[in-house]
C-alpha cells in the first residue's frame, strides 16, 4: 500500500493553537509522526530576565491563556520562596479559590471540545454554557475572566466581600447538578463510551517512563497530585480527594476531568467556609536576595514547575517554566502509532494539549 | 573518602542527611574522592553539585533504587562563567542535581535510555544553550525554526563567543 505524509499545522482547522505534526500514513494507518513547536514562542522566560520582578508577572499571566492566575501564583510563590517571606493566611486561601475555580473552567473548556470531536455537540454546548458561570464568578472577584491580575509579591490585591461570598455559593449550587448530569452522560451513555474507550490508551509504565503529570497521568492510575504531596495551606487543612482511574483511555481521562472538576466545586466550598480575616499581603522587598529556588503547584494540567535564581538584583537572573504539557506532547507520537487516522482528532484533544504553555 | 561541604543546619538535619547518603555512597562507592557541595533551597528542595562524569551513573542508581521518581524538568543555565545543567526530581521530596560544564567541553551524556521523557529537556537544552547530549536519538530543532543559524538564544556575551556559524 502506498505511503502518505500528511503535514498537520501549523494552521490547520483542526487545531485551536498552531502546532506541526507530520504524519506518515499507510491507507487508513499511522505508521510515525513527528513534532515541530515554536511558532507561538514569545521568549518569555528571557523577557522576564530583562524585567524587575514586580513588572515579570504581567508577562507571566501571559503565558497561558487559560490557567493564567495559577502561572503567577507559582511565580509569586517562588519569589517569595527566595525572600524567604510568608503570606498571610486569608491570601493563601484567595490564591487558592480562583486556582480552584480556573481548574473548573480548564476542565469544562476541555470537555467542550473532547465533545465537540467525538460528534456530540449538543454537550460541548452545555459545557461551554456552564464554563460561563464559572467565567462570570472570575470576572466579578477579579475583573477579568481569563486574566486576573490579582497576584503580587507577598499576597494578593484583592479581597473577597461577604456579599460575592454568597454570591460563589450561590452559583455553586446551580453549577455541581448540571456537572452531575454530564458524569453521568460520560459514564454511562454507550455512544461516548464506543468513541472513548480503549482510544489512545497509556499505561502506568508509558506515563511513568515519560513523566507526565495530571488528569492524563492519574486517568492511567499514577497517584501524583502536587496540591497533596507537597502540603501547603489551605490545601492541607481541607478534605482533599485526589480522583485517579485504571483504564488510561481517553474515557478514563474525561471522567478524571469531570470528577476533578466536582471536586474543586467541593474544594471552593470548603475554602470559603473556613477562609480566615485578616491582612491580604505583606510588604516585599524590591531586591530578592542571591539564590535558587524550585517551587511546583498543581495547574489544571498538571505539575506546573517554576526555577528561579537570582543575583541577587531586581531582576531575575534565569527564569525556567516547565508547563505540564511539555512532557504530554512527548508522548503524543507514541499514542499516535499503528492507530486510525480518524481517532487521532479524539486522541489530541484527550491530552488537553496547551501550545502557547508548552512554547512559552 | 569524599568530604562534604554542607550548609551548617544541613548537617545537623538527619532527614535530609537519610535522604542523601545514597548519593554520597554512590560517589564514594565510584572513587571519587574530591569535595561536592550539597544546599538545602526554600521549599525543602534538596541541591547536589555533582560531577559531569558521574551523573548519567548517578540518575541511573537513582531509578532502578527508588520506585517513586519523577522528572519534573530540565534546567539549562548560562551563568557567565560556566554552563549549568539542572536536574529536577521529584522523589517524595524535591532533589536537583546540579553539574557544571565549561564552555569548550559543553558535551554530557543523554539520559534518555533511562529516562524517555527527558528527551524533550535535552532537545530544548542543546538548540538554546548549545550542549550536545550524547546518545540523543532525536536532534531535530523543536522551538527553532528549521535551518536556524544565529547562535545559541540562551547564551550569554560572556565567555565563549556566541557564534554557532
Sequence with gaps: MTKLNIPIGPNHPLLKEPLSILLSVEGERILEGSLKLGYVHRGIEQLCQERTYTQAIHLIERVCGICSHVHSTNYCQTVEALLNLEIPPRAKYIRALLCELERVHSHLLWLGVLAKNIGLDTVFMYTWRDREIVLDLLEEISGGRVSHAVNVIGGIKIDLEQQLMDTIFRQLAILTPKLEVILSLFENDPSVRLRTQGVGILTKQEVLQQCVVGPVARASGVDFDMRRDIPRVPYNLIDLKIITHTDGDVWARSLVRIREALESLRLVKQILERIPDGNIAVRAKRRIPEGEAVSRLEAPRGELFYYIRSDGSDKPARLKIRTPTIPALSLLLDQLRGVNIADAPVILSGIDLCIACADR | ?165
Design chain 2, 1 to 165: 573518602m569524599a568530604s562534604w561541604s554542607y550548609q551548617k543546619e544541613l548537617f545537623e538535619n538527619e532527614v535530609v542527611m537519610t535522604e542523601l547518603n545514597w548519593i554520597k555512597n554512590y560517589l564514594k562507592n565510584k572513587g571519587y574522592s574530591d569535595a561536592f557541595e550539597i544546599k538545602l533551597l526554600p521549599e525543602q528542595e534538596k541541591w547536589v553539585l555533582v560531577p559531569v562524569a558521574y551523573v548519567y551513573g548517578l540518575i541511573e542508581e537513582m531509578v532502578n533504587k527508588s520506585p517513586t521518581w519523577h522528572l519534573s524538568t530540565i534546567t539549562g543555565q548560562d551563568t557567565g562563567g560556566f554552563l549549568e545543567v539542572l536536574y529536577h526530581f521529584w522523589l517524595g521530596y524535591g532533589l536537583t542535581i546540579c553539574t557544571r560544564l565549561s564552555y569548550t567541553e559543553a558535551m554530557l551524556p543523554s539520559i534518555s535510555p533511562i529516562i524517555a521523557g527527558a528527551s524533550f529537556y535535552e532537545r530544548e537544552i542543546s538548540e538554546l544553550l548549545g550542549i550536545t547530549f550524547r546518545n540523543l536519538q532525536d536532534n531535530s530543532l523543536l522551538f527553532l525554526p528549521n535551518g536556524w543559524n544565529k547562535g545559541w538564544p540562551l547564551r550569554k556575551k560572556t565567555g565563549e563567543p556566541n557564534d554557532q556559524t
